[in-house]
């Protein structure tokens, strides 16, 4: 009976309510824009610039992850490339991939910084090569198949550092 007494509780005004979850999604939206737009402007040749620029002025240990991020942008790069029947740029653009791969061989010490992330990236990285290998004609194969079975031995490099430490 005393339930029945009682007053209702008042609900929230829809206002807040409103404000909320406009907050809610502004918020959201904010937080995620920068993120979807590093992503995009990742390949573009400015961005791959900076990425080289930054990577050669790095400290030795940050070196493998950053021309890890430089090939694996440099790979989807190529893969665009062949997707449109680009394949002469595609074959430069591999080419520098090969040399970037010495560069993280190179550089490859024991105290690397975020060795595991460049594992991580680097095996993405060989798996999408792996997938271009495909889309190549079989003229331009030999080229696909010497930077995948480079940047396969960089993986593994990375993977043997990671188990190391």
Do not use: W
């Not at 737009?37 to 791959?48: F, G, H, N, V």
């Amino acid at each position: 009976m005393s339930s029945l007494l009682r007053t209702p509780r008042p609900a929230p005004p829809i206002r807040a309510a409103v404000c909320l979850a406009s907050f809610s999604l502004f918020s959201a939206l904010y937080i995620a824009a920068p993120a979807r737009a590093a992503k995009l402007d990742e390949s573009t040749p400015e961005a791959l610039a900076q990425l080289e620029l930054r990577a050669s002025h790095a400290s030795p240990r940050e070196q493998p992850f950053l021309y890890t991020q430089l090939v694996h942008a440099m790979t989807e790069q190529a893969g665009r490339q062949i997707a449109d029947g680009e394949t002469q740029q595609a074959a430069d653009t591999l080419k520098r991939i090969n040399q970037f791969a010495h560069l993280i061989h190179a550089n490859l010490t024991r105290d690397a910084k975020r060795l595991k992330d460049a594992e991580e990236l680097m095996h993405n990285t060989t798996f999408r090569l792996g997938q271009f290998l495909h889309l190549v004609p079989a003229d331009d194969q030999a080229t696909v198949q010497d930077t995948l079975k480079q940047l396969n031995q960089i993986n593994d490099e990375l993977l043997t550092q990671v188990f190391q430490h």
